[in-house]
């Protein structure tokens, strides 16, 4: 089912015809995406599961999970993570059939280091779904989109982030992940391990005229 699962993730970005407003968006657009290829028996977004149970398996955080898609096969199921950066885009766009110009359509959003943490902290937590389900979690899928090259680039060297890069091409990313050093920011964002080994290669699309780039992993 996974491999089932990326190819259509993959096929709704590469078709994607018009810009995503925010996170939420890109969410409920490829959940009814996922829905319509019939493909799955069923489809759920916003997953529940008490933090309670899932510090069982190592989970480093207090906040419960709420999985963004989990699409169930037979008895099989497998989890969908998402993560939408973008920079500020601003166009013309029709509401009602009227003509709305000048419109930011996509906010600005800074915080790439974060941003970068919460993408790994996405494949943690699936690896962690993963092993509190064995028989019946097949594993996932983290998905980045963003507008924001900075991500392909990477932090520069000497970061605090350097563990969390998401620079292209990046192999072999395993074990501890952590900060630098301590700043007001890490304080909140405890360091994490790995189980599995990973590796970043991003592609570029092209949404309502705008570039974007995306990378999957699968866990």
Request: proline residues 4%; neutral net charge.
């Amino acid at each position: 089912m996974l491999s089932r699962l990326l190819s259509d993730i993959r096929q709704f970005l590469q078709q994607c015809p018009e810009l995503m407003f925010n996170e939420r968006d890109f969410q409920m657009q490829l959940a009814v995406f996922l829905r319509l290829t019939r493909d799955y028996d069923d489809v759920d977004v916003e997953y529940y599961i008490p933090s309670s149970v899932a510090i069982e398996k190592g989970y480093e955080w207090k906040s419960d999970l709420r999985l963004d898609i989990v699409v169930r096969k037979g008895e099989k199921y497998a989890v969908v993570e998402l993560k939408y950066h973008t920079r500020r885009i601003v166009k013309d766009i029709k509401r009602f059939n009227t003509l709305l110009p000048n419109v930011e359509v996509i906010k600005n959003h800074g915080a790439q280091d974060i941003v970068s943490y919460n993408f790994w902290k996405d494949v943690r937590r699936i690896e962690i779904i993963k092993a509190l389900f064995p028989d019946n979690v097949e594993g996932g899928v983290a998905v980045m989109l963003t507008n924001d090259a900075y991500h392909l680039r990477g932090p520069r060297k000497g970061s605090i982030c350097d563990a969390f890069s998401m620079a292209d091409g990046r192999q072999d990313v395993h074990g501890p992940l952590n900060w630098t050093r301590s700043t007001a920011t890490s304080k909140n964002l405890p360091p994490f391990s790995l189980a599995g080994k990973y590796s970043v290669k991003w592609e570029s699309i092209e949404i309502d005229d705008n570039n974007f780039f995306y990378t999957l992993i699968i866990i």
